[in-house]
């Protein structure tokens, strides 16, 4: 038996909208065995995974808390990918950003006003475009692979962050403990929704997600983006300057890693430690394709991956399962998501031997 | 739109209110732990004492845990979700979860929590902690005896007071037995790395070494100075199975004794917040067997433990020096649990530059 | 034993993983295909040939295991994207999320057992030679093959045909289908053996480098040898010149630190990191070069026409 792939004559409507829901139906079915043959009950298992984060409103927001780095990241990324640059180094990014966005709330605490918020969020985003600007600067006048520097940048970043809070940005109150002082309440992006803890950071994701799907959509610059990335000598023929390109794409996905990391550290942790972001970087990439690179799939692809962490912290309690269970079904999950996906461009057939070797006598 | 999520949120409230009510017959006690809870090391430490307290209370008490959880808002969602299951009192065992701690116990002011190794407490916040230094003084003394070179090598995670403090202790235990001793220091900048920590010790041991000690949780080291054929000190649980010809001791995190103190008191009623910091006499450290030495060092070994035991010896006990020469502690004066919890400077021995 | 040859003899142990995975990545990617995946099919391999030494006591059968399991993540990576083309880059980080958890499931009986190290083979005379016998012919069996499969890429690539055939494919898998060549077997199979030697790689972490099995014990090398691969151009040699680059910067700032230079410790620890970038900035200074190498169809999904 052997897999064949036709290529549809043009894209499927009906599986770009029904292919999730293959995949999701599959992960159930899966799933559930797997839940059954470790000798949990799967109906409980896939309850806490899928329904018990979304039942109630603290979890709610507590969805919102962790899809937001995800989005704001994966959409600028997916400006990076559709153009062909590989910035693999969007962690890095984060925690550049992070760290300009804490000048004002760390070094000059004691200005206190209502710019400092706005003003952090505009370094944020600096500090992450200015970070991304080696790479770019690299690739496009040094000819130098941005998949190496931006990844080895991310190393860099993290152990810049570690002493800046073990070091010099300590906090003097704080028992010598590798923390900075806890932002005062003019630096603390504000909750959104008076119920939980959602911040604006959210908002700050769902804003970009649009406005980037605007751009890329009815905008000569997204145009651009695609040209290019499809082939730069096509690009160059329409006057697109791949270099240029260069610079935007991984400035601006810099700058909104970089506002994803001031947001979440001004909005959820309050304070610079020496670890601020469990891989967020890494895992935006993901989601940058299981959204097909399409922001507002971005959007969904960003909550749904937060759905299973949250679910498998639910599993663990529930069931009593490991967290490596958990991440297995998240990997479960991510395969077939990213396999049902081929329905949209594809005819997949099962082609058995023997009837395809009549098949093509019938035709000679 | 507001109002509904309000209404929505206080009905939850409510609902969660019942649901926890209904299941009191067993009182719920949770762990939420920064690694995997068979890492080998800090955490497995903490579950080992989690089963201690299933196995003396669980006809009164069921526990649960969440375990590789991050530090940051992904700490202050587990430790939510924790409090709105039902837990009555919640252990959180890294320092990293102090401030989502306190966040969360503002929020649920009839729950209890504890907090390890930090120094936020609130009403309904504890800390507790573990003198581990008084193990580390020990070690010290006994690497002076065993050392032929009279320098040690110390494989570190990173520098924050805690491993700072174990530093200057083992530096001062080993100086009362040999004035003249040594320890070269190599930062791993990791916790959890065994080809890093390998790495580290055969640096160590290449530069001249001939007795090895370290406060990262992997058995590498402890591997590598078998292979060596030198000495080593275990970290955080006995590590006596991948060096037995190796380890001289082990400082062992034994939290069970702590916990089920603290949940006997919950039980009765009687838990107040309070900020505990345990050594040997209480339990909350044990040293594993001291082997691989002379009866001599052995005897010297266990007299200390005795001595500190009993509170005639304390590690830090002047006359000290700072690492440049300028006095620290006068004669008889000993050093304030204060300036130790924020210990952020090395005694004279030592043969390193801390970060500022 | 001087300090020089017990540095390089450190080296040695820290680069063969890298330099292992880098080379089989190095293949997959000149036939076309990215796989992200390197760091969970490493882990894969490690579980695996630390379990199997376990059972049957044998560290050969380890390697094999080791082996066989990189292969086996590798084959579920071809699945999805050569016959399925799902996309490579999502395929292979969910690949690397999947390889932690499984080995993480999969080595939970495994845990604090006493490893069982694969022992180094001496090989007659050359062992003697001064300096050099003792740092490189008294070395385990994953160093000796890392060697050769490095040598045996070399040679497969730019001298046979089978080579031709495949850097064609990476190149424009159009032409190369046009020309007979079939290229969705010609990437399964470089897939397999970019699985292979990760596997192998990561046995030489639980059976060499530190002989025990804890979780994420692989701690980003996979990560670091997909760099290399970039690093060398995709061209074989230079990637045993990374990862020993690599390495040996990372050994030296340990070194550095033990000595007590007192510069903080964070900035030491990214000296590997930075090494890397300067020296790749000077390496692809010449853009042609770099072109003729890289190869042209890198991730992109190819699916005959029928």
Redesign the interface.
């Known amino acids: 038996m052997r897999i064949e792939l036709e290529k549809r004559p043009k894209v499927s409507t009906l599986f770009s909208v029904l292919s999730p829901f293959i995949a999701f139906a599959l992960t159930i079915v899966f799933g559930g065995i797997m839940f059954a043959l470790l000798g949990k009950n799967p109906v409980t298992a896939l309850y806490s995974f899928f329904v018990e984060p979304l039942s109630e409103v603290w979890s709610l927001h507590e969805l919102a808390i962790k899809a937001a780095p995800l989005i704001l990241i994966g959409v600028g990324l997916s400006v990076c990918f559709r153009s062909n640059n590989w910035n693999i180094g969007a962690e890095g990014q984060f925690i550049m950003g992070a760290i300009a966005g804490s000048i004002l709330p760390v070094v000059f605490y004691d200005w206190q006003s209502p710019v400092v918020l706005p003003l952090m969020m505009l370094f944020g985003m600096i500090g992450g475009a200015l970070f991304a600007a080696v790479p770019a600067f690299l690739k496009a006048h040094m000819n130098t692979n941005e998949i190496l520097t931006s990844l080895m940048l991310v190393y860099v970043a993290q152990l810049f962050l570690d002493w800046l809070v073990r070091g010099p940005w300590r906090n003097p109150q704080g028992m010598n403990f590798p923390e900075t002082r806890t932002f005062g309440a003019d630096a603390i992006l504000p909750e959104m929704i008076a119920s939980g803890r959602t911040h604006w950071g959210f908002a700050f994701a769902i804003v970009a997600a649009v406005l980037v799907w605007f751009m890329m959509r009815y905008t000569l610059r997204g145009f651009e983006i695609t040209v290019l990335g499809q082939s730069a000598r096509a690009g160059r023929f329409a006057g697109f300057s791949s270099r240029k390109m260069i610079w935007f794409s991984m400035l601006f996905s810099g700058a909104l890693a970089g506002l994803a990391g001031i947001a979440e550290v001004s909005g959820a942790i309050q304070q610079l430690r020496p670890v601020i972001s469990p891989g967020y970087g890494f895992t935006a990439i993901i989601v940058a394709f299981l959204g097909r690179l399409n922001p507002l799939g971005i959007v969904a692809a960003g909550l749904v991956l937060a759905l299973t962490y949250l679910g498998g912290e639910a599993a663990q309690l529930s069931i009593g399962v490991s967290e490596r269970v958990t991440r297995v079904f998240q990997g479960l999950l991510l395969f077939f998501v990213l396999s049902c996906d081929t329905l949209i461009h594809y005819r997949i057939r099962l082609v058995w031997e023997r009837f395809a070797a009549t098949k093509t006598e019938e035709a000679h | 739109m ?1 109002k509904l ?2 209404a ?2 206080t009905t ?1 409230a409510v609902l969660g209110v019942v649901s926890a009510a209904s299941a009191q017959e067993k009182a719920k006690v949770c762990f939420v732990y920064v690694g ?5 090391g800090w955490t497995q430490a903490h579950d080992i004492g989690r089963q201690q307290v299933e196995k003396e209370l669980g006809d009164k008490v069921e526990t ?5 959880v ?5 700490a ?3 430790i ?3 409090a ?2 039902g837990c009555g009192l919640i252990f959180t065992t890294s ?2 979860f102090m ?1 989502a701690t306190i966040k969360i116990a503002q929020k649920f002011p009839d729950v209890k929590f504890e907090h390890a190794t ?2 936020k407490t609130a009403p309904n916040v504890a800390t507790y902690n573990s003198r581990f230094y008084e193990g580390r003084y020990i070690q010290g003394q006994i690497a002076a005896k065993m050392s032929q070179k009279g320098l040690a ?1 110390y494989i570190a995670s ?4 805690e491993v700072v403090m174990g530093i200057n202790s083992f530096v001062i235990g080993a100086r009362s037995v040999n004035p003249d001793f040594k320890i ?4 791993a ?2 916790w ?9 010790a ?3 041991i ?2 001249g070494v001939d007795i090895l000690t370290q406060h990262t949780d ?3 080291p402890m ?1 590598v100075a078998a292979e060596r054929g030198i000495k080593a000190f275990g970290q955080a649980s006995d590590m006596i ?2 060096g037995p010809q190796t380890q001289l001791t082990a400082i062992v995190d034994t939290w069970g004794a702590y916990y089920v103190k603290r949940t006997q008191a919950f039980l009765d009623g009687k838990w107040e917040s309070t900020s505990s910091w345990d050594g040997l006499k209480d339990g909350i450290l044990t040293m594993a067997p001291y082997t691989n030495m002379p009866d001599d060092v052995k005897a010297m070994a266990e007299a200390t433990e005795a001595k500190i035991k009993s509170g005639e010896l304390k590690p830090f006990t002047g006359p000290l020096n700072k690492q440049d020469g300028s006095p620290w502690l006068k004669e008889g004066e000993t050093a304030d649990d204060g300036t130790l ?4 400077f090395y005694v004279e021995g030592v ?3 801390l ?2 | 034993m001087g300090i020089v040859e017990a540095i390089l003899l450190s080296v040695i142990t820290a680069a063969t993983p890298l330099v292992l995975a880098a080379a089989g990545e190095l293949v997959a990617e000149r036939s076309g295909v990215l796989n992200l995946g390197v760091e969970g099919m490493m882990i894969m391999g490690a579980v695996s040939a630390f379990a199997a030494t376990q059972i049957t006591g044998s560290p050969y059968i380890g390697v094999l295991a080791g082996i066989g399991a990189g292969v086996l993540f590798a084959l579920l990576f071809g699945f999805l994207t050569l016959t399925l083309v799902a996309n490579q880059v999502a395929t292979g980080l969910a690949l690397t999320l999947l390889g932690l958890g499984v080995s993480g499931m999969l080595g939970e009986g495994f845990l604090g057992m006493q490893g069982i190290k694969l022992q180094p083979i001496t090989i007659p005379l050359l062992s003697q030679v001064p300096f050099l016998g003792p740092l490189l012919f008294r070395q385990d069996a994953i160093f000796y093959l890392s060697i050769a499969v490095v040598a045996g890429i070399h040679w497969f690539l730019f001298r046979s045909r089978a080579g031709l055939k495949l850097r064609a494919v990476g190149d424009s898998h159009a032409s190369a289908h046009a020309l007979g060549v079939d290229v969705v077997r010609t990437r399964y199979l470089a897939v397999l053996f970019g699985g292979a030697c990760a596997g192998l790689a990561g046995a030489q972490l639980s059976l060499v480098y530190t002989p025990q099995w804890v979780e994420n014990m692989s701690a980003g090398r996979g990560w670091i040898a997909l760099a290399l691969v970039v690093f060398a151009s995709w061209r074989p040699w230079r990637v045993v010149a990374g990862g020993y680059l690599f390495g040996a910067v990372s050994i030296s700032q340990l070194h550095a630190q033990a000595f007590g230079i007192g510069i903080p410790s964070q900035f030491l620890s990214s000296l590997p990191y930075l090494a890397t970038i300067i020296v790749l900035i000077l390496i692809s200074h010449n853009r042609r070069m770099t072109l003729i190498n890289t190869p042209a169809s890198l991730g992109k999904p190819f699916v005959p026409d029928r």
């Open positions: 507001k999520l309000v929505l949120a939850a995997s809870k068979t890492d080998g649960q845990f969440l375990e590789n991050p530090e940051g808002p992904d202050e969602r587990a939510e979700r924790l709105r299951s320092f990293g401030d930090g120094y090598g990173f520098p924050i007071p070269k220091v190599v930062w900048n990791t959890f790395d065994p080809g890093k920590e390998a790495d580290a055969k640096a160590l290449d530069q992997t058995t590498a591997q199975a991948a919890l924020g210990m952020n043969d390193d530059k970060p500022q």
